[in-house]
């Protein structure tokens, strides 16, 4: 059976999941499809009072439940139950990510939602592994480091890649005995919603994962600032990172995990497998369009084998597929908004200084001749010559 799917006949979970319960409020963000920009929902902002209800919810579940307290094993079985029903929803969870976002449903499937099950399994298995320490001391003393559940965690997920970096938040949270409040992404929220649904119906005490949807500057400012968040851990941007450290520093200091991603060079020296190279380095950059932290974007090549590297990275860009995300044959992502792609494009248009040759253009382009105002972009590469200001010709 074919995962292609109608984007329009999709039901989405449009509110706040808190407790066990599906809260919805009026959307106040509108929403347009990264495939074709068309208009599609609108996303509600939780207020103030709505991330303090769900904080509350948090910590109540935590002290009815018990949850850092009973038996590892048993927060690791319930976990695992949670990873089966990923499984077993994964095209539910699929379509409802490829919808809002830039990942294509084929990709989440066999992908995305299939690791982000076994990271959760993977998880599980620390619940009673990771613990406490002895400490060497003289026979007349017990020397013991303890570990212990920080409380609520604050999660707030970014947008490329919506249903693995909810796993990644949430197995380890939950695993080590805390309850979550997580806000992913106004523009790709509603699998997180679902997934956290399933959490409850595979046995996750309710209130221990709530879903709050919103903007950064009230629902993740509210979140990150509110007193009875213990922990706070951030996936996104440089800029947003330094606004919740500010925000944090201000309201009261507390542990932070901060992963504001970056890109780095891929380097390729003169007896490297140029096949295998290439197809890593292709791999690397067409993978959702370039738009995450390990996207190699930039490629370092020794001079011997720079051209038929550059052709056999070109070779493997031509072969992909674009198209929109509800299409199960689509390898090719779009943009994830029009100012992304303007900010892409004004990139590509203004190479280096030192740029030799632009080998593809950077211009727009439509994958098919569908009416669809797409934001997608042809995959491009810039030569630059060696910097005459080098140091040093050793790596």
Avoid at 126 to 154: C, N, Q, R, W, Y
Avoid at 227 to 241: M, Q
């Amino acid at each position: 059976m074919s995962l292609s799917f109608d984007p329009d006949r999709i039901s989405l979970p449009i509110g706040h999941f808190i407790g066990d319960r599906l809260l919805e409020s009026p959307g106040l963000l509108p929403m347009r499809r990264p495939s074709d920009g068309a208009s599609y929902a609108e996303c509600p902002i939780a207020s103030e009072e709505v991330v303090d209800e769900a904080v509350q919810i948090a910590r109540k579940a935590l002290k009815t439940s018990n949850w850092g307290g009973v038996r590892p094993r048993e927060r690791a079985n319930v976990l695992r139950r949670w990873a089966d029903l990923i499984e077993s929803e994964a095209k539910t969870l699929a379509r409802l990510e490829a919808v809002s976002s830039t990942r294509p449903v084929g990709q989440l499937v066999a992908g995305d939602i299939a690791v982000t099950a076994e990271q959760i399994r993977f998880f599980a298995e620390f619940a009673d592994k990771e613990g406490s320490d002895l400490v060497p001391t003289d026979d007349k003393h017990l020397g013991i480091i303890m570990t212990e559940p920080f409380g609520v965690v604050g999660a707030i997920t970014p947008w490329n890649f919506p249903v693995s970096m909810a796993g990644w938040k949430l197995g380890p949270a939950l695993a080590a005995g805390n309850a979550v409040v997580l806000k992913p992404s106004e523009m790709t929220p509603f699998s997180s919603v679902f997934l956290a649904q399933l959490a409850v119906q595979a046995g996750l005490p309710a209130g221990l994962v709530n879903v709050v949807l919103g903007d950064g500057q009230t629902t993740g400012t509210a979140m990150t600032g509110h007193p009875d968040v213990a922990k706070v851990s951030f996936t996104g941007s440089t800029g947003a990172g330094a606004a919740i450290m500010a925000n944090v520093a201000h309201t009261g200091i507390k542990p932070m995990t901060l992963e504001l991603g970056g890109k780095s060079p891929q380097i390729v020296f003169a007896d490297a497998d140029l096949d295998q190279a290439a197809s890593a380095i292709a791999g690397s950059i067409i993978a959702n369009a370039g738009q995450a932290c390990v996207a190699g974007s930039r490629l370092i090549a020794h001079a011997f084998v720079a051209e038929p590297l550059v052709e056999a990275i070109l070779a493997r860009m031509k072969a992909v597929q674009a198209g929109p995300t509800w299409d199960a044959a689509t390898t090719y992502s779009p943009i994830i908004s029009e100012g992304s792609a303007r900010g892409f494009t004004r990139s590509c248009k203004q190479p280096a200084p030192r740029a030799q040759n632009a080998l593809a253009a950077a211009n727009r382009w439509r994958a098919r001749a569908i009416s669809m105002r797409r934001r997608f972009l042809r995959r491009s590469i810039s030569l630059l010559p060696p910097s005459p200001k080098r140091s040093s010709d050793r790596y």
